[in-house]
C-alpha cells in the first residue's frame, strides 16, 4: 500500500489520506458483517449521497424530520470505508442505514449472502465532474487543480478518487439485474422526486402514508437541505473543508457542465465516454 500525502493507494483505487486508512478500507471489504435488513446508499462521489443519506433517514422516520434536524447526515448514514466506519456500525441498531463510494469489487464481500439492500445512484459524469471540481478547491483533502482543464484531465485519469466514473458505474451495473438492488437517476431525482420517493418506498418494502411521503420531498429538498446544519457541512472543521472557498449545496442543477466545458473539451469527454460506456445503455436527460 503506498500512502501519499493526500490519498491511499488501495488496491487499484485512491482515496482521500485523512478520512480513510488502509484499516478502515480492510473493514469494509473484508472484515465488516452486513446484516438482512441493511441498506447501502452508493455513489460515485458527488451523484447525490447526501441526498439519498436524507431520503434514507426521512423514510425511516416515517417522514419525521427530527432525526435529520438533529442528527448529522453522516452519523445517520454513516460511511463504512472512512475512520470510525467500525465503530460508527458495529453498535448501530437495526436497520442500518450505511453510505460508500466504494467501488463493486472493494464492496463488503459480506453483502452477497444476505438480503441486504443497495441503492446505487448515477449522475451525469460531466456534472460529477464540475461539482467535484469545485468540492476540491475547499476539500482540503483533495487534490485541488486551479485549472478545469487540468482537472478534466485528473476526472478521465485512474488517478482521481474511486477510480474514474466510467468503471465505478459499469461495476455497479453488473449488479443490475439483482432483485435487491435498485438504480437511481440524479436527473430524474431533479425531476420527479415524489416519484423517485415512492419507488424508493416500494424496494425497500416501507409504507408511508401520502403525508409522511410529502414530509420526506420537502426536507429533502435543495433548499431545505441546504439550510439545515446537520447536512450542509457546515459543521465541518475549516482543516477539513475552507468554507471561504466554496459550499457543499453550490447549485444541485442537472446540466451545469454545459457552463463549464468548451466544445472541445466536450468533444474529448464525449469521445471517451463512448468508447468506454459502449455496451451499457444509460443516457442524461
Ligand atoms: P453541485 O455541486 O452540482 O451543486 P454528493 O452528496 O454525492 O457529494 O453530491 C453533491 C452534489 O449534490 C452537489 O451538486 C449538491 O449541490 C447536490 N445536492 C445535494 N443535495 C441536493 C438536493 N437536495 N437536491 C439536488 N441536489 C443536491
Redesign the pocket.
Known sequence: MEVTNKYIQYEDVRVPGGVHTVESLNYAWKEFETRDDDVFNI?Y???????LQ?ILSLIYSNGDPTPVKTTFSWDRVPWIEQHGGRQHLENKPSPRLITTHLPFHLFPQSFFKTTAKAIYTIRNPK?VC??LY??SKYAQFMECREDFQDFVSLFLSKDIIFGRWFEHVKGWLTMKNNPNFLILS?EDM?KDLKGNVIKICKFLGKELNDAAIDSVVEN???QV?KDNPMSNYSAVPKEFFDKEKGK??????AG?HKNHFTPAQEEEFERIYKDCMKDINISFA
Open positions: 455513489t462521489p458527488k451523484s447525490g449521497t447526501t441526498w436524507e456534472d464540475v461539482s469545485y468540492f440524479y431533479l429533502a429538498s435543495f437541505m457543499f449545496h453550490r447549485k444541485g442543477i451545469d
